[in-house]
């Protein structure tokens, strides 16, 4: 049971580039969603989904743009990528809000230059 | 605006028991959440209060008073595996985690 998988690991871009990360959950949760993690702050909520063709924007949505075509993947997007982006960003899925934990994928190491 | 509070670092000893306090003001409270993260790892679950009181699990243990805005996890028998951060983190009226910056607790020999 693979829980949650993000690809990639790691990656490097250049100031402009564009990239996905992606998201697959094998839970059948209804409820996915995108953090990104920085030095000395909690986790900031980027964009969240409760199901299959929805989704929302969270605390820190500026600068990127989500899709959930499937109930299992959900697809991050940096359109145009800043150096303000270098961060982890973590993926998360949970089978409904109230009471149940959120679990999370390894993470995406993503550098900015 | 929505706050949650914790120490950014403690240290203890192997075999020792330790408190990691937890404050928040939030809009709303939808329960109180607790995960542990290994460095370059995700963070995983520990422990979930939403009423007022302790929670037990093996060696550790959550507390709740939700009138106090105030939690705590204890961690009992310490190992050198528990060397990690510790997360806090609160769901607010609209169903959102709201997270702690973390606790890096350090366990020495």
């Known amino acids: 049971n693979a829980g949650v998988t993000q690809t990639p690991k790691f990656r490097v871009l250049k100031t402009g580039q564009s990239m996905t990360l992606l998201c697959a959950q094998d839970?059948?949760?209804?409820?996915m969603y995108w953090y990104r993690q920085d030095p000395g702050m909690g986790l900031r909520l980027i964009h969240y989904?409760?199901?299959?063709?929805?989704?929302a924007k969270g605390e820190v949505p500026d600068g990127y743009n989500v899709s959930r075509l499937k109930k299992q993947n959900f697809l991050l997007g940096l359109e145009s990528a800043a150096p303000s982006q270098t961060s982890v960003y973590f993926c998360?899925?949970?089978?409904?809000?109230?009471?149940?934990?959120?679990?999370f994928g390894d993470g995406t190491r993503l550098s900015i230059l | 605006g929505q706050n949650i509070d914790q120490p950014t670092e403690m240290t203890a000893t192997e075999g020792a028991i330790v408190q990691i306090n937890c404050t928040y003001q939030?809009?709303?409270?939808?329960?109180l959440f607790w995960y542990q993260q290994h460095a370059g790892e995700a963070p995983t679950f520990l422990s979930y209060?939403?009423l007022d009181g302790l929670e037990e699990k093996g060696r550790f243990s959550s507390f709740l008073s939700r009138s106090k805005g105030y939690s705590y996890l204890l961690l009992k028998e310490l190992q050198m595996k528990d060397s990690a951060s510790y997360l806090c983190?609160?769901?607010?009226?609209?169903?959102?985690?709201?997270w702690g910056a973390g606790t890096k607790l350090i366990i020495k020999p």
């Open positions: 939030t809009s709303g409270f939808n329960g």
């Open positions: 209060n939403v």
């Open positions: 989904s409760v199901g299959e063709g929805t989704t």
């Open positions: 839970m059948n949760h209804e409820y």
């Open positions: 998360a899925s949970s089978w409904k809000t109230e009471g149940q934990p959120q679990h």
């Open positions: 983190a609160v769901m607010d009226s609209n169903y959102q985690l709201i």
